[in-house]
């Protein structure tokens, strides 16, 4: 049986505009570049999440622009936002499905690596 992976899109609405989140194997290997596993705060997380799952739709995106979009969402200060970041619990759980899936496999390769000498 084969172990379909449906990825999740994500359409938000954000200070009147439309964005469109959506993770890639490209975007999982940014956001490890930038750091994401070892962020200082689940805010620092979520903007690299955001940066990466904009990535596809918007490509001339940056991480500050991006930044400056979802402080927009969450509000900033003693701002209030459209959003808080609990309600961004289902993108943080899409991207981890695609970490797993970029890291880990989706469990149809079984091909392991094994050192000189030893068998699998």
Same mark, same amino acid.
């Given at each position: 049986m084969t172990n379909v992976f449906k990825p999740e %899109? !994500? *359409?938000i609405e954000i200070g009147g505009r439309e964005y469109t989140i959506e993770f890639t194997r490209s975007a999982v290997k940014v956001a490890d570049q930038m750091g994401v596993m070892n962020a200082e705060s689940? &805010?620092?997380q &979520? $903007? %690299?999440v955001f940066y990466v799952g904009l990535m596809k739709h918007k490509p001339d995106i940056t991480p500050n622009l991006a930044k400056r979009i979802l402080y927009?969402? %969450?509000g900033e200060g003693e701002e209030e936002g $459209?959003?808080?970041l609990? *309600? !961004?619990?289902?993108v943080l759980d899409e991207f981890g499905r695609w970490v797993r899936l970029v890291f880990l496999g989706n469990g149809e390769k079984s091909k392991k690596i094994a050192a000189r000498g030893q068998t699998n």
């Amino acid at each position: 049986m084969t172990n379909v992976f449906k990825p999740e %899109i !994500f *359409d938000i609405e954000i200070g009147g505009r439309e964005y469109t989140i959506e993770f890639t194997r490209s975007a999982v290997k940014v956001a490890d570049q930038m750091g994401v596993m070892n962020a200082e705060s689940n &805010l620092a997380q &979520l $903007e %690299i999440v955001f940066y990466v799952g904009l990535m596809k739709h918007k490509p001339d995106i940056t991480p500050n622009l991006a930044k400056r979009i979802l402080y927009t969402a %969450i509000g900033e200060g003693e701002e209030e936002g $459209e959003y808080c970041l609990a *309600d !961004f619990a289902p993108v943080l759980d899409e991207f981890g499905r695609w970490v797993r899936l970029v890291f880990l496999g989706n469990g149809e390769k079984s091909k392991k690596i094994a050192a000189r000498g030893q068998t699998n």
